[in-house]
Every structure is written in C-alpha cells, then in structure tokens.
C-alpha cells in the first residue's frame, strides 16, 4: 500500500485488527465508508495470500463492486442467511459503543447487514469517539412520496423530545437530492447532542415515512480505533482496554 496520511495510517491500523478476527469458512457483512475501504483491501490481502473460504454480503453497492474488484465474491445476504461477523465504519461512537452511522447514506442495508450478525466490529479512527452522539448530523432516510408530511412528525417527534428548532436538511449531491441505494432521500438532523437516544430512535422508527435512521443502540459488540501511529485501541460497552 503507498504512503497513507496519519488519518488513513489511523483507519488502516483499525482494519487490519478487525480482518484479524476473520477466519476460514467464516460469513461475513462488509461495511461501507472510507474506513470500510480499508477493510476490504485488507480482506482482499488475506484471501488471496491464505485462500480463505468465506461467504460474503455487502451493505451497498460501492462496497460490493470494491470487492469484487479485489477478488471478493459477494452474494446476497438472503443467499447466505446469517453472519458470524460484520465490520463496519461509524460517524460517532458513544463509551456505550451506541453508534451514528449513515454518512454514506449506507445506513439501511448496513443495519439491516449488522442485525443478521452474530457480531459487529466498528473500524474507526480517535475523532468518532464521543462522550455523547449527536454532534454529528443524524441521517434519517425516508420514502419521498409525502415527505414533507414525514417531516411534520419528525419535527412533532424534535419538539417533544426538547430538540426544537434544530435543522433538519435534505441531503443533496452534486445539485441534486441525494439517493440512497434503495432509492429513498436522506434528511440529515443537525441536533448538537442527543439527550434520549432510545426514545428518538423509537420516535423516528414509528413516523410513516421514515424508512431507517442512523443511530444503531446495542448492536456493535467491538470497537477498534486505530491512531495515526498504527496502534489500536479496543473499545468494548463494558470497558476500555488498550
Ligand atoms: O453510510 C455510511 C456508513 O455508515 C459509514 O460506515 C460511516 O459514514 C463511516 O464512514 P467513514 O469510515 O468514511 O467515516
């Protein structure tokens, strides 16, 4: 692999220690993201060097023609059926390893992916982790039929849960809305800090409308946070050991 700068050393350093957990005959859920990236590559090493037998789902499109460019055989997951194990990137880890995560727009097929896994690793670099989410925007993907009725309650659900007046913008690309794999938009809450992850998370869940949000609770087993020197910290819900 050429130079990488010390972000990219960071996330590099965090792949490697998850590609770490796979071994032979193993079903795997491959993340998407720029960290994700990394972890293919690795992935892609591996196979090749040790002829690994593995069964391959991708949580989008981007990720599953990477690594079918590196070699990686990627079926469905309803062809597979069930995952030992996913690895994923993150847009903010909480001490509880509650998660956000849809930067990419991924975050529907990768919940999907995460909930059909025995476990899930997040691969990430020291500026995800956060004492509380919500810092980063959080992406709601949502159905466009009636979208402006679905951010009526979005914003009804906001004010119940004191989080008024926050913005919540339609995510846009290159001049035009944003399209998500499935073909749905993404509106992006800009909501500085969350004060009650499950009651929104449960709130957005039950709005007509909203297909997916990105705050994954409970389901991230592991964390690997690589620095910019190459080592990696491993963050579990109970404690934080290096
Ligand atoms: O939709 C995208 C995914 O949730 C990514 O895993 C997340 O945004 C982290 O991506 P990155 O590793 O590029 O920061």
Redesign the pocket.
């Known amino acids: 692999m050429p130079d990488l700068s010390p972000a990219d050393t960071a996330k590099d350093a965090a792949a490697r220690a998850a590609i770490a957990l796979v071994e032979d005959g193993m079903r795997l859920g491959l993340?998407?993201?720029?960290?994700?990236v990394f972890m293919v590559q690795r992935l892609a090493e591996r196979v090749r060097a040790e002829g690994l037998r593995l069964r391959c789902a991708a949580t989008s499109r981007a990720t599953c023609d990477l690594a079918e460019s590196l070699g990686i055989r990627i079926e469905e997951l309803d062809a597979i059926g069930w995952l030992d194990l996913t690895i994923?990137?993150?847009?903010e880890i909480d001490p509880d390893l509650n998660l956000i995560?849809?930067?990419?727009?991924?975050?529907l097929r990768?919940k999907i992916t995460a909930a059909a896994s025995d476990r899930m690793v997040v691969v990430?670099d020291p500026g995800k982790v956060v004492e509380r989410l919500g810092a980063f925007h959080l992406p709601v993907e949502v159905v466009p039929f009636g979208m402006e009725t679905t951010r009526i309650h979005i914003r009804g659900l906001l004010d119940s849960l004191g989080l008024s007046q926050r913005p919540m913008l339609l995510r846009q690309r290159e001049g035009q809305d944003f399209r998500t794999d499935e073909g749905n938009v993404i509106l992006d809450l800009s909501l500085d800090e969350i004060p009650e992850c499950g009651a929104l998370a449960q709130g957005l869940a039950a709005i007509p409308g909203v297909v997916e949000h990105g705050l994954f609770l409970g389901m991230c087993d592991l964390a690997l946070i690589g620095s910019p020197d190459g080592r990696v910290i491993e963050m579990t819900a109970a404690q934080v050991a290096q």
């Open positions: 993340g998407t993201g720029s960290t994700a994923d990137g993150a847009d995560k849809g930067g990419g727009g991924a975050h990768e990430a």
